[in-house]
Structures are given as structure tokens and as C-alpha cells.
């Protein structure tokens, strides 16, 4: 098995909002805000080779949408999700499935682009299987007032307009150790219903793709929840049980939307699960 950081955009998102109730005067000495109160996020998503199989973990916010869309996002730096597989020799068109945590336009806009005529949508990984679960597809196909803006039809319906949707088995408890994937699954509920967070062994390691039950390292005390959250009080105890287990087994958090701290590890200390060690991505996969 090989893996690749897939880096599909940096863009910035209100500290206020990502930071729910805690005051400002905390997590800026973290994650620091600009002058309009924006912080630094990435997009960076994971690829997975084994034999005959390349797996593309979330994709992004992708490019179709309209430059006033684009503008609530301050998006910044060169990477994109086509030059960052091509950076790794890959093309699209090798891709063979493609794995979204959850529908929310940042994770898996870039997973559906324009036909070539600019009048309708396909899937942008057009030999790919679209790996959801049947829970979280109806909740954002369904969605509720609170997160409509966040799931956009045409991120969506195209993966299953194409036929190449398939739905991951759902277990009865929270962790799937068995199933399509070459991966392990913990089901989560407190940022959107069902969300995937996927647990990858690698090198005798457990690398765990954190999407947004873990945003960034500024996010680990535990009341240090996302205001995006439609569960927060469930996200706490999901959270605090990940992150005991995550301490407890040295596992490696790669976090998807944390710019300037790629991957880490956790300790157990007096004040809770706190940071151990910060590792960049050339320490981790070289």
C-alpha cells in the first residue's frame, strides 16, 4: 500500500463559526484570524494505491461553482485537486474509487464537474465508484434548513445519475473494521448524520482521515466544537471517546482542513487528550 496527500485547495473560513462558542481570545492563539476574522483552512484529501485499486478519500470544494460563490471563501495558494494527482503521476482517470466522509460542499464538490459543453454536470472521475451510506445520502438529499447551504445538488445527484453511487454497509455499532473498502469506518453524528471517518493501517501505523470530527489541532479540548455542528452536544462524547482511543493507541491524525499542522499525534495529560507531536507530511510518508 502507498498513500499520497492530496492537497485540493486552501481557502478560509469565519473563526467565530468554526469555534462555536468558545471566545476568540482562545482559539486565535491557535488558529490566528485575518482582519476579517478569517482563518486559514485546507482542503487536503487522501490517496490510497493498493494492487489494482486507487482510492481518492473526499475531493474538495472542486471549481464549478460561480466566482461570487468563491468569494465567501477566500480562496488562497496554487494547489489544485488535478495538480496535485498529476504531481503524484496520477490522472483522474485512474482513480478507481472515490470515498466521501460526508456530502458537504467542501468534501466533495470537486467529485463532480461541467460536461465539456458547459450545460450539465458528470461525474469529474469517470471510471470511479462513489462510495457514501444510505443514511447520510438520504439526510443530504433530504436536507434540513440548517444545512441545505452546505448540500448542493449538483455536488450530489450526479454521482447517482451516473450509476456509479454504491452505499458502504452500515454496522450495527459505530466502527465497521470489515467492508467494500480497504479500511476501517467509524461512524459519527454530531457534525452531519453518519459522517465516515476512515481508520487506514499502514506501515504497522493507524493513520485515521479526521474530516470534520477533528477540523484542526486547535480543535482538540473538548468543548472546542465547530458551530457547523448539528449535534454538538453529541460531538463531545464522540470526540472524547475517539480521541482517548486515538492517545491511548498512538494513533496518527491526519487532518484534512488544518493548513499549517498536516498530521499529529495525541497524549493523555491532567487537562484532557492534548496535542504530543506535530509531524509534516514528507515526515509521515517518507
Known sequence: MQLFPIEAGNFKLDGGAMFGVV???LWNKTNPADQHN??????RCLLIEKGNRLTLIDTGMGNKQSEKFFGYYYRWGDYTLESSLKKHGFHPDDVSDVFMTHLHFDHCGGSVQWNKNGTGYEPAFKNAT?????DHW???TEP???????FLEENILPMQQSGQLKFVAQPNCDFAEENELDFGILFVDGHTDKQMIP???YKGKTLVFMADLLPTAGHLPLPFVMGYDTRPLLTLPEKEKFLKNAADNNFYLFLEHDA???IITVQNTDKGV???ETLSLLEFFN
Do not use: F
Not at 38 to 43: G, Q
Not at 130 to 134: A, D, I, L
Not at 144 to 150: Q, T, W
Open 130 to 134: 462513489y462510495w457514501s451510506n444510505k
Open 274 to 276: 492534548r496535542l504530543n
Open 38 to 43: 478569517m482563518i486559514d483552512i485546507a482542503a
Open 260 to 262: 499549517h499542522n498536516p
Open 23 to 25: 471566545p476568540k481570545s
Open 138 to 140: 438520504q439526510w443530504a
Open 199 to 201: 481508520h487506514i493501517n
Open 144 to 150: 434540513n434548513r440548517r444545512e441545505k447551504a452546505s
